[in-house]
């Protein structure tokens, strides 16, 4: 069992940054697979980035060059930080794991792009 707790969402200007944190209830460094998705209103969940164990990152191609996802294994926390936000940007952000064959999700945290 893993539990995950999102927070730094917000409400942010366009072209502003936010920092995500997703803590774990547990050692990530074991953890194989943790990536973040997001979810905007009316719309399907969505996958944004993926940090693998061994430090290795994938991102979707909309925030390709603008987000960054990273990992702290002695605090049990990765991290997303995104820069130049767009509105297209707003919506519920909810980190996961992949351990074996299950998966953890946060209770999300809310990132809204407005002016």
């Known amino acids: 069992q893993v539990q995950l707790v999102e927070s730094g969402g917000g409400l942010v200007q366009p072209g502003g940054s936010l920092r995500l944190s997703c803590a774990a209830s547990?050692?990530?460094?074991?953890?194989?697979?943790m990536d973040w998705y997001r979810q905007a209103p009316g719309k399907q969940r969505e996958w944004v980035a993926v940090?693998?164990?061994?430090?290795?990152?994938l991102y979707a191609d909309p925030v390709k060059g603008r987000f960054t996802i990273s990992r702290d294994n002695a605090k049990n926390t990765i991290y997303l930080q995104m820069n130049s936000l767009k509105p297209e940007d707003t919506a519920v952000y909810y980190c996961?794991?992949?351990?074996?064959?299950?998966?953890?999700w946060g209770q999300g945290t809310q990132v809204t792009v407005s002016s």
């Open positions: 940090i693998y164990s061994g430090g290795s990152t």
């Open positions: 547990r050692s990530i460094a074991r953890i194989n697979v």
């Open positions: 996961h794991g992949l351990v074996i064959a299950n998966d953890y």
